[in-house]
């Protein structure tokens, strides 16, 4: 798998978590069945925001190649509020199958980010 991160924005600035290390925490966790209209990220900017230029076609595509590729064997991972950690081109998969739920792993105990105030680019890949 590919090194990534999951990011939230915060009053001490972008906080980031190691996705790899999410894993492992949750390797652990029973999952369970999660209703996909329960996910919120659904209806809201997830991979593109405000500060970002408008993805292109391009940018697209490459999601696109991404969700195609993914594994729904794999659970997505939920922070303790329901928020996608980890898992949104399942999702997305998913509901391009008209799947009604996908399998996930939430969080008891949201972890400490791995980076604080930090910037996507600067992190190590």
């Not at 999952?31 to 991979?47: A, K, N, T």
């Not at 405000?50 to 590729?69: F, N």
């Not at 997505?76 to 997305?92: A, K, N, T």
């Amino acid at each position: 798998m590919r090194k990534q991160y999951h990011f939230r924005e915060s009053e001490r600035g972008l906080l980031a978590w190691d996705v790899h290390r999410l894993i492992e925490l949750t390797r652990n966790v029973e999952p369970s069945e999660v209703e996909l209209s329960e996910i919120r990220e659904i209806d809201e900017p997830y991979w593109y925001d405000a500060d970002d230029s408008l993805p292109t076609c391009r940018d697209l595509m490459e999601h696109m190649r991404l969700v195609e590729a993914t594994d729904l064997a794999y659970p997505i991972i939920l922070s303790p509020d329901g928020r996608v950690m980890d898992g949104m081109h399942r999702v997305v998969k998913a509901l391009l199958q008209e799947r009604t739920t996908i399998m996930a792993t939430r969080l008891s105990v949201m972890p400490a980010p791995d980076y604080i105030g930090c910037e996507p680019d600067d992190l190590p890949y």
